[in-house]
Nanobody
Framework: QVQFAESGGGLVQPGGSLRLSCVLS????????MGWFRQAPGKQRELVAS???????NYDDSVKGRFTISRDNAKNTVYLQMNSLKPEDTALYYC????????????????WGQGTQVTVSS
């Protein structure tokens, strides 16, 4: 069992920035890949950024160049720095982990945290 505790969301103006944090606890190992997902009302949950246990990152095209994922293994924490925010970034943001070096479809994971809400005003 792994628990996920997301935080850092809020209401920001277009062009603003936020830094999300996710603290993992329980049966988790630092070699696991980690990822950030988001889900807006009426849309599917989607993977926006991932980082392998070795630090290799990957981003969805919609956030490439604006978001940065990082991890601090000593704190069991993964971060998502979000800059140049757009109204279409508005969503509930979740994190998750995978024992492989690749974070897959959200349908593969049955355990989620509460998420943290990001709202970019229009």
């Amino acid at each position: 069992q792994v628990q996920f505790a997301e935080s850092g969301g809020g209401l920001v103006q277009p062009g603003g920035s936020l830094r999300l944090s996710c603290v993992l606890s329980g049966d988790f190992f630092s070699i696991y890949a980690m990822g950030w997902f988001r889900q807006a009302p009426g849309k599917q949950r989607e993977l926006v950024a991932s980082i392998s246990g070795g630090g290799k990152t990957n981003y969805d095209d919609s956030v490439k160049g604006r978001f940065t994922i990082s991890r601090d293994n000593a704190k069991n924490t993964v971060y998502l720095q979000m800059n140049s925010l757009k109204p279409e970034d508005t969503a509930l943001y979740y994190c998750n982990a995978d024992p492989s070096d690749v974070v897959g479809s959200p349908l593969e994971y049955g355990n989620w945290g509460q998420g943290t809400q990001v709202t970019v005003s229009s």
